[in-house]
T-cell receptor, first 110, second 116 residues
Framework: KQEVTQIPAALSVPEGENLVLNCSFTDSAIYNLQWFRQDPGKGLTSLLL?????REQTSGRLNASLDKSSGRSTLYIAASQPGDSATYLCAVSGEGKSTFGDGTTLTVKP | DVKVTQSSRYLVKRTGEKVFLECVQDMDHENMFWYRQDPGLGLRLIYFSYDVKMKEKGDIPEGYSVSREKKERFSLILESASTNQTSMYLC???????????????FGPGTRLTVL
C-alpha cells in the first residue's frame, strides 16, 4: 500500500527566504507526482505535475524535482512571499489511484 | 483554464436526510472523482468515474453512491446522512479515461457539509 509522508508538518520562514518542502513515498511504481496548494477552507490548486520519466518541472518561482528510485520529491520555492502562505500537498498516482500526503503548512512572515 | 464547480460551498443537513452534491467540469475530462478531507486523515477517495455511467469504489464508499449521466457532471449522494459524514467534500477531474493512470487533477472549491 502506497504511503506518502510530508515533513515538516508546518514551517514558518521570513519573507524573501528560499525554502524546500519534502514529499516521500514508499512505492516507487508511480506514474506521476503532483504538487498542490490549498488555502484555508478552499479546494486544491494544481502547481506542478511531474511524470515518472521526468526529473523536474518549473513554474515561475517554483521548482519540483522527482527521484523515483529513492521515493522522494522536493518543492523549491524561491524568494518566498506572504502570499505563498498556504498548505502544500503532494500526491502520487499509481495503478488506479492517487495517494495524498497530509501536507506542509507554510507561513511566510512579512 | 480548467474549471471545476461544486453546487454549494456550505451545506447544513439533518441526520437521515438524503443529500446531493453536484460537480461540473468544463474541460471535457473523462475522469471525475469525489474525495473527502478530514483533519488528521487527509484526502480519501470515495468514488471515481472514468466514463459516463461508469464508476468505481474508492477507499471509503460506504454510505455514499454516485451518478454520472453526462460527461461533465458527477453527483455524490449521501443516502441517509449521518454525523460522521460531516466533512469537506472535494470534486476533481482529469483527462484520460479507462483505468489509466491519472493525468493532472483539477479540483473544485469544495463543499463544507455539516450534518446535525
Amino acid at each position: 500500500k502506497q504511503e506518502v509522508t510530508q515533513i515538516p508538518a508546518a514551517l514558518s520562514v521570513p519573507e524573501g527566504e528560499n525554502l524546500v518542502l519534502n514529499c516521500s513515498f514508499t512505492d516507487s511504481a508511480i506514474y506521476n507526482l503532483q504538487w498542490f496548494r490549498q488555502d484555508p477552507g478552499k479546494g486544491l490548486t494544481s502547481l506542478l505535475l511531474i511524470q515518472s520519466s521526468q526529473r523536474e518541472q518549473t513554474s515561475g518561482r517554483l521548482n519540483a524535482s522527482l527521484d523515483k528510485s529513492s521515493g522522494r520529491s522536493t518543492l523549491y520555492i524561491a524568494a518566498s512571499q506572504p502570499g505563498d502562505s498556504a498548505t502544500y500537498l503532494c500526491a502520487v498516482s499509481g495503478e488506479g489511484k492517487s495517494t495524498f500526503g497530509d501536507g506542509t503548512t507554510l507561513t511566510v512572515k512579512p | 483554464d480548467v474549471k471545476v464547480t461544486q453546487s454549494s460551498r456550505y451545506l447544513v443537513k439533518r441526520t437521515g436526510e438524503k443529500v446531493f452534491l453536484e460537480c461540473v467540469q468544463d474541460m471535457d475530462h473523462e475522469n471525475m472523482f469525489w474525495y473527502r478531507q478530514d483533519p488528521g486523515l487527509g484526502l480519501r477517495l470515495i468514488y471515481f468515474s472514468y466514463d459516463v455511467k461508469m464508476k468505481e469504489k474508492g477507499d471509503i464508499p460506504e454510505g455514499y453512491s454516485v451518478s454520472r449521466e453526462k460527461k461533465e457532471r458527477f453527483s455524490l449522494i449521501l443516502e441517509s446522512a449521518s454525523t460522521n459524514q460531516t466533512s469537506m467534500y472535494l470534486c476533481a477531474s482529469s483527462s484520460g479515461g479507462g483505468r489509466a493512470p491519472y493525468n493532472e487533477q483539477f479540483f473544485g472549491p469544495g463543499t463544507r457539509l455539516t450534518v446535525l
